[in-house]
C-alpha cells in the first residue's frame, strides 16, 4: 500500500510516517520501480502501536527502543514494564506537585482576597504574589 492509504488507513498522517522511518521507529518500506513507498500491512501494526505507547507517555526515544528490541527477535515487555512503572512514578510525583501548587494558589486566592489593592506599595509589581507584607 502506498503512503496516502497507510495514512487514512492508520490516521497518521504522510508526514508523521515520513517522520517515524527518519527516526527509526517504522522501517523504511521496500520501493515500487517508480519510486514510490510500498507498505506491508504490518506498517499498520507498527503505527498503530506507536500511537498507543505515545498514548501512555512513553517517548519516541523509548519507542524507538522497543521496536529495535522487537526487530531484533527479542521480546521486548520486560522493558516496557520497567517504562511504564517508571512513567506512572513520575507521574504520582507530578500529581503530588501539582496538588501541591493548588494549595499554593488557594493560599494566594484567600489573600488576595484580604488585601486592599490601596495598600500596594507602589515599588512591588504586585502584592499578591510575592513574600507577605
Do not use: W
Amino acid at each position: 500500500m502506498r503512503i496516502g492509504e497507510l495514512a487514512a488507513a492508520s490516521g497518521v498522517s504522510a508526514k508523521a510516517i515520513r517522520y517515524y522511518e527518519d527516526i527509526g521507529v517504522l522501517n523504511p518500506p521496500a520501493r515500487t520501480p517508480s519510486g514510490y513507498r510500498d507498505y506491508t500491512p504490518q506498517a499498520a501494526d507498527r503505527l498503530a502501536f506507536i500511537r498507543s505507547a505515545q498514548a501512555v507517555g512513553l517517548s519516541l526515544g523509548e519507542i524507538r527502543g522497543i521496536v529495535a528490541l522487537r526487530d531484533r527477535g527479542t521480546t521486548p515487555c520486560g522493558h516496557v514494564l520497567d517504562l511504564i512503572t517508571a512513567r506512572a512514578a513520575d507521574l504520582d510525583r507530578r500529581i503530588r506537585e501539582l496538588q501541591h501548587l493548588r494549595t499554593e494558589l488557594g493560599r494566594l486566592v484567600d489573600r488576595a482576597h484580604h488585601l486592599d489593592p490601596a495598600d500596594c506599595d507602589p515599588q512591588r509589581v504586585c502584592h499578591l504574589i510575592g513574600p507577605s507584607s
